[in-house]
């Protein structure tokens, strides 16, 4: 194998693959990218058994070849390398030699042979929509996913297709997001899947603000392919719970508030929660929405803001953070908040959603709340 590669380009294509490549790892080979130059295009390949990325460039291919190369190295190698191209070539004892400008360096790699295929997602049922919308879609409800394995069916983002529909969900128990997407796909076609988050972060950083995005979806695995890369993923097992039974049909009192006046104040007021009881006080009086938090260690922090609520003193707790973690995920000005009493949730929609999504029901986030305590 032997090709010339701007160096800026092999080490867009190298990073597109690290995140995927285990550290440690008891297979050898899955420490390794795969690299393979055929007709005019080089492609990379990454693999952990459970998530794979494939992608490619155009690359002056001088002979067509394979090997896998370390990854770690090679992307800090190809990394502080400042020739602007790069002549690679692989002899048949799997040595790679790269040369940049004067430089010469020589990584001993493995046989392509040894290295597990990905699966072939031609066959599959799929769609096609917009990368903006896809991206707007993981945006709003991965970053509810559970963090932790005990709760393992939380841990990836639940996509359920149905009457052309797509649904998006991530929770963690205490808080949920749910967006929804028109797909043209089969109206009889419905399917449920549970995608795993290490899965939604790569597809996420593949996607752009521009061009089609293609989703492959088959019994236990699910693909996306955007900008010559394709993600691959098997998908969690086991029964995603019944969300409709925690999101509340409908409020005692719905308000409307200032996204970033509110996100300005939380900052400031969650200063003064303690580690161990990480809770605002939100209380809706005539006009106004009131923050407070006070620990006996930091002290006391007060703020208000306009809120168009009238009725009688509605006072609930929520963990600021997750609170902040759901307005940073709206994109409108302003986000309509449903209240009821301190023991049911919160709910809160984003009104401004993309505009090509607009006949679609807006995003909303479901939220937990926290224990009052006395004042």
Known sequence: MKFVIATQEFN???????????????????????????????????????????????????QEGSTTLPARKLAQLVRELTSVNLEITTNSNEVTEIVSDSSCFKLNGMSKNEFPALPSAADSVHFTVSQSDLKDMFFRTAFAVSREDNRYVLTGVYLNIANQNAVFVGTDGKRLARAHLQINIDPSFAASYIIPLKAVEEILKNLTEEGDATAYLMSDKIAVEANRTLVITKLL?????????????????????????????????????????????????????????????????????????????????????????????????????????????????????VPSLSASPSPLFVLMPTRLHEE
Do not use: W
């Open 12 to 62: 867009y294509l190298i990073s597109k693959c690290l995140n995927i490549v285990s550290p440690k790892t008891a297979i050898p080979i899955l420490s390794n990218i795969l690299i393979e130059a055929v007709g005019d295009e080089l492609i990379l390949t990454a693999t952990d058994l459970t998530v794979g990325v494939r992608c490619s460039t155009e690359a002056k291919i001088l």
């Open 237 to 353: 097992s086991g029964e995603y719970p019944d969300i409709n039974r925690v999101i509340p049909e409908n409020s005692e009192a719905v308000v409307s508030l200032h996204r970033e006046e509110l996100m300005t104040l939380l900052r400031q007021v969650s200063l003064f929660t303690a580690e161990a009881n990480h809770s605002v006080r939100f209380t809706f009086g005539d006009g106004e929405l009131r923050l407070t938090a006070n620990t006996m260690e930091i002290g006391e922090g007060k703020v208000s803001m306009p809120a168009n609520y009238h009725g009688p003193r509605l006072d609930i707790a929520f963990n600021p953070n997750y609170f902040l973690d759901i307005l940073r995920h709206s994109r409108g000005m302003a986000v309509q908040m449903g209240v009821t009493d301190a023991f049911n949730p919160g709910v809160l929609t984003d009104k401004e959603a």
